[in-house]
């Protein structure tokens, strides 16, 4: 059964960071290239950040997280990462993990003073 689980989201103050998390389950995760996506409270869907299979040199990023936020990733552990500094309001959003195979529920981040 495949799983991805976001964590780390919460509520921080603008100009903070947050680390977000991804656990993937049940399919082979080093195979996959990876997405963090976000939707803001009524808007659509926006993608956020791509990462490759290996991590190194490909990865992008939507022009509003460019230079403030980081995907990574640890084939090790399954696990995704999204390191995102220097938050403002308008990336209060619900953040979500996928790979081609699935997406994850997603992670509240609320920045808000």
């Not at 689980?5 to 049940?26: D, F, I, N, Y």
């Not at 996959?32 to 190194?56: D, H």
């Not at 997280?65 to 995102?84: E, H, P, W």
């Amino acid at each position: 059964q495949v799983q991805l689980v976001e964590s780390g989201g919460g509520l921080v103050q603008p100009g903070g960071s947050l680390r977000l998390s991804c656990a993937t389950s049940g399919f082979t995760f080093s195979s996959y290239w990876m997405y963090w996506f976000r939707q803001a409270p009524g808007k659509g869907l926006e993608w956020v950040s791509t990462i490759n299979t290996s991590g190194g040199a490909s990865t992008t990023y939507a022009d509003s997280v460019r230079g403030r936020f980081t995907i990574s990733r640890d084939n090790a552990k399954n696990t995704l990462y999204l390191q995102m500094n220097s938050l403002k309001p308008e990336d209060t959003a619900l953040y979500y993990c996928a790979s081609r195979v699935d997406w994850g529920q997603g992670t509240q981040v609320t920045v808000s003073s």
